[in-house]
């Protein structure tokens, strides 16, 4: 996963894709996933690359569609494995904005 760095984010957005387009093969997707990122957990580079990953799909690549972000943030927000990621992106926005727009979002 380190070396193909690239062909695992397309390929995984893939899977995200069937996963949120096509309802009748969530579950299943989702649990391949789910395995994916297991296997990714178990070993010792697992939770930096996976973080890494993360904040990769949050930013989005050069020449990504709006359907490609979208499937990316649904990702984000379906695996438990990001959720170190979602906290510091929220982290990151809190930051910027001024305290009471912070209290209104919440």
């Excluded at 990122?37 to 990769?56: H, R």
């Amino acid at each position: 996963a380190i070396d193909c760095r690239d062909d695992f984010r397309r390929h995984f957005m893939r899977m995200g894709a069937v996963m949120v387009e096509l309802p009748m093969f969530k579950d299943y997707t989702k649990k391949a996933m789910s395995d994916v990122l297991e296997i990714c957990l178990s070993n010792d580079w697992g939770y930096g690359y996976l973080f890494e990953f993360g904040n990769n799909l949050h930013r989005g690549n050069d020449g990504e569609t709006e359907d490609d972000l979208r499937i990316a943030h649904v990702i984000l927000g379906e695996f438990s494995s990001f959720k170190d990621v979602m906290t510091m992106i929220w982290n990151e926005e809190v930051i910027q904005k001024p305290p009471e727009v912070t209290a209104k979002e919440i």
